[in-house]
């Protein structure tokens, strides 16, 4: 057998699922009419047990509360801004900061968690108490940050609305204020040591002058101006005054000898005032000149003998006296002068030798002045650095601001989150339906029976031949189930009916088959084979057929009891040879059937195997147009299988969604082992109105549409 085969039995079974493998939505709506009741029933218990757990459920609530993160941290009265690390694993940590025991501590005791009995637990001291509390916050709070931005959402869920809140806006105000306060005490620690540390320099840098001005004492480097020391800027004052002294004593000897080449070489008056730089000599030349003019003016126009001539020439007589004096008065002082500035000179260059030595001595003592001076410098340096340090620090005290700040406090939340009535709604919904879904499978795989003709022909690979409706689930039909006969008097009375019409689609399937001898058995007891058996004979009968019914049943003889023929002869006398047939048949009267019955108990279970079995098989086979054997199940008696050998077709009866398919496939093997050939399956006792309702796929499905033919 092919997997295919094996998908298609198995869909088969199901009811659901065609030969295509394709879903059958009609047999699924069958299947759904079918099971109807059950899947209400469980899904209307699923959902009242959804619903019970949704009302059990104590309401829960969440509430959000958010903080961020500034890249930037101004500071008052700074001019400038940090930048802060808010990199991606910044943040991150900032995020396990919030949620660190001790911001957990801190919201514990601002709202007194450790008395609340859902957060402290079962603690019996009080430090136990606060301990449970903060585990507790910790596990009830979700901290997360908000993708890649720097917000960071803080999360609570409690029984109560207003305390979800409150714990999730306790816990970011606390990671604020913890945040500035600890600004606030590192500000402080800073100020302390920055105070200590100005003492420990000012203390340096005082004793770094007081070595300084010890050593300028001790060694006489007196800083007068801060070009150096006396030495050098008494040295540097006479270098200038010698330069000055030099030049007058070279000025002066040059003005002298200048006077005195002129004297030698007989200049004149005027340009030795203008050599000597002498504003009375020059004067007194520019008179002289005046008078020679006057002379010559007068000797021109009055002649040399003018009177005139005379008091001129004593005039002029008069300045080039007075101009020779006044020579020799500036070539004196000139000569003094020159012995002055040299003098001077002299001087000063022995006052510059000896502050050369001193100078010598004090640059060999600078050395270490300057090493002393450096380090005075640097520790003077420091001590400014931290001094300015110190006082920004104290300015900005009261004025820090955290790197963090609150952008969203959390609201009392209106509605809880859970319970969800639309999770539990969809759960309710989801599980009602797989539950009904199960239950329908589980009762669709316990169900052992056969309803279709479908399921025989797949299941048991032989055909079916007829589905025999059970009277009471015909519409309008009333037959007790006490009447052993009820069923075949029916047919009698009613020959149009669907009962009626069931049968002759029985004896159409069989005369098809050829077959004159039929064996009707059945796989197990109470399947409706008798009574198979006499509504076929009885139909024939009707439908002018010469029919022989004999009960082969040696153990149980049903058919001569539901016929309720009393006789001293019957089948094991005809085997035996104690009468004839025609001895032995009775004819019922309703349809003009013979019927072959058990006179009474039989001892002797080989008959049905004997060759007077065979010899009357081939009696009756000549005599009627068709014999019908009522033998006895085919799993629990042996004589059953030697009946059914000597048919001709040999027809199981199977009850309606009640015999087991095992036990059928049973029967049917051991119908096979003895050689018997199967016409077919006969489906008896079939509830029309559940055929109806949820169709099975046989034409039955469809007798509301058909029933009026039955009228």
Request: hydrophobic fraction near 45%; aromatic fraction near 4%.
């Amino acid at each position: 057998m092919t997997s295919d085969t094996t998908e298609q039995q198995a869909a088969g079974r199901s009811g659901v699922l065609d030969r295509k493998g394709l879903i059958d939505f009609v047999r699924l709506g069958a299947l759904l009419r079918r099971r109807w009741l059950v899947i209400v029933a469980v899904s209307l218990a699923v959902a009242a047990m959804a619903f019970l757990a949704y009302r059990l459920q104590r309401p829960l609530y969440e509430a959000t509360a958010q903080v961020a993160l500034d890249r930037r941290e101004a500071q008052l009265g700074e001019q400038n801004n940090t930048d802060l690390p808010t990199d991606s694993p910044a943040v991150d940590t900032e995020v396990q900061v919030l949620g660190s025991p001790a911001v957990a501590a801190r919201v514990v005791d601002k709202l007194g968690l450790a008395r609340d009995p859902a957060f402290a637990g079962d603690a019996t001291t009080p430090a136990a108490a606060r301990e449970n509390a903060i585990a507790a916050l910790q596990a009830k709070v979700d901290i997360k940050r908000t993708g890649l931005s720097y917000a960071i959402g803080v999360t609570t869920r409690s029984f109560s609305a207003t305390k979800a809140a409150n714990i999730a806006n306790g816990v970011v105000d606390e990671y604020v204020a913890a945040r500035l306060g600890n600004k606030e005490a590192d500000r402080q620690r800073q100020i302390q040591l920055l105070r200590q540390r100005i003492q420990q320099l000012r203390s340096e840098v005082i004793s770094a002058e007081s070595a300084i001005s010890s050593y300028r004492a001790r060694n006489g480097l007196v800083d007068v101006t801060p070009g150096g020391t006396n030495s050098s800027q008494a040295t540097v004052a006479l270098n200038g005054q010698l330069a000055q002294a030099q030049a007058e004593q070279a000025a002066a000897q040059a003005r002298l000898a200048t006077a005195r080449g002129q004297l030698a070489r007989g200049s004149s008056g005027e340009a030795l005032g203008a050599a000597l730089n002498s504003e009375v000599v020059q004067g007194l030349r520019a008179q002289q000149a005046q008078l020679s003019t006057q002379r010559a003016d007068l000797v021109g126009r009055y002649g040399p003998l003018h009177p005139d001539l005379a008091r001129v020439d004593r005039q002029l007589a008069e300045v080039d006296a007075r101009i020779k004096a006044e020579v020799n008065r500036v070539i004196s002082n000139l000569e003094s002068e020159s012995r002055v500035a040299s003098g001077r000179a002299s001087s000063l260059q022995s006052s510059i030798g000896r502050n050369e030595g001193s100078l010598r001595a004090e640059n060999a003592a600078s050395v270490r002045l300057n090493d002393l001076q450096r380090s005075a410098d640097a520790a003077r340096n420091l001590y400014q650095t931290f001094l300015d340090q110190y006082r920004a620090a104290v300015a900005r005290q009261g004025t820090d601001q955290t790197l963090a700040h609150v952008i969203a406090h959390a609201m009392p939340p209106a509605a809880p989150v859970s319970p969800n009535p639309i999770v539990y709604a969809l759960l309710g919904i989801v599980g009602a339906l797989l539950a009904a879904g199960l239950a329908v499978t589980v009762l669709e795989m316990l169900e052992s029976g056969v309803k279709t003709s479908e399921d025989v022909e797949e299941e048991l690979g032989v055909p079916s031949i007829g589905l025999i409706p059970d009277l009471s689930t015909i519409p309008g039909v009333k037959v007790s189930r006490r009447d052993p006969i009820g069923p075949s008097q029916y047919l009698i009375g009613n020959p149009s009916s669907v009962f009626a019409e069931s049968f002759r689609a029985v004896r159409t399937n069989l005369k098809r088959s050829g077959a004159k001898v039929v064996a009707i058995t059945s796989a197990l007891p109470a399947e409706g084979k008798t009574t198979l058996s006499i509504c076929l004979a009885r139909s024939a009968a009707l439908a002018g057929q010469r029919v022989l019914l004999i009960d082969s049943d040696l153990r149980q003889r049903a058919t001569t009891r539901r016929m309720n023929v009393d006789t001293q002869t019957g089948f094991a006398e005809v085997l035996a040879g104690s009468c004839t047939l025609e001895q032995a048949m009775v004819v019922d009267e309703a349809s003009g059937a013979f019927l072959l019955p058990q006179a009474g108990a039989v001892s002797d279970f080989e008959l049905l195997g004997s060759e007077a079995m065979r010899r009357l098989m081939a009696q009756v086979r000549d005599q009627f147009d068709l014999v019908l054997l009522d033998c006895a199940p085919v799993l629990p008696v042996v004589e059953a299988r030697q009946a059914a050998a000597l048919a001709d077709r040999v027809v199981l009866a199977v009850r309606w969604g009640s015999t087991p398919r095992k036990a059928i496939g049973h029967a049917m093997r051991l119908l096979d082992q003895v050689g018997a050939v199967t016409a077919g399956v006969v489906l008896t006792r079939a509830d029309l109105r559940a055929m109806a309702k949820s169709g099975y796929g046989d034409p039955a499905f469809y007798y509301n549409k058909y029933k009026t033919y039955y009228a």
